[in-house]
């Protein structure tokens, strides 16, 4: 795992992309060597690193495309439950059983998981000079 790692951060660097998005242990998802989000329970059918997986492909995504604007991140209420989106894309859903671990609601989880995508994405980006 970690040369897999050394080896995706040194790639990005040669060829000027921007830091990608990683998870270090199942559940983390790690952008700027930051963990913005913590996995901690199945949800949806999907296990911990499934989820994980689905989570950092989704951010690496972004990260490739358009500039990135902190205000494009916010909270939603879909199916009847608490997301994180960027512009009209999925990130995340705020599970209650994570919620309930972090002693918050799911929608309190999912603006501190916003928050953390605002601060942290524009750190990921490559720089222009």
Do not use: H
């Not at 705020?94 to 919620?99: F, P, V």
């Amino acid at each position: 795992m970690r040369s897999a790692f050394v080896i995706t951060v040194l790639s990005c660097l040669v060829i000027g992309l921007a830091v990608p998005v990683l998870a270090v242990t199942d559940g983390d998802v790690v952008i700027a060597y930051e963990v913005v989000l913590r996995i901690r329970f199945p949800a949806g059918g999907l296990s911990v690193k499934e989820r994980t997986d689905i989570v950092t492909q989704r951010i690496n995504n972004l990260l490739g495309s358009k500039p990135f604007d902190p205000s494009d991140v916010r909270v939603d209420v879909r199916n009847k439950e608490y997301v994180v989106l960027v512009g009209e894309k999925l990130i995340i859903t705020a599970d209650k059983q994570t919620a309930e671990f972090n002693q918050a609601t799911p929608e309190q989880l999912a603006n501190i998981w916003a928050d953390n995508l605002r601060r942290v994405i524009p750190k990921a980006k490559a720089e222009t000079d």
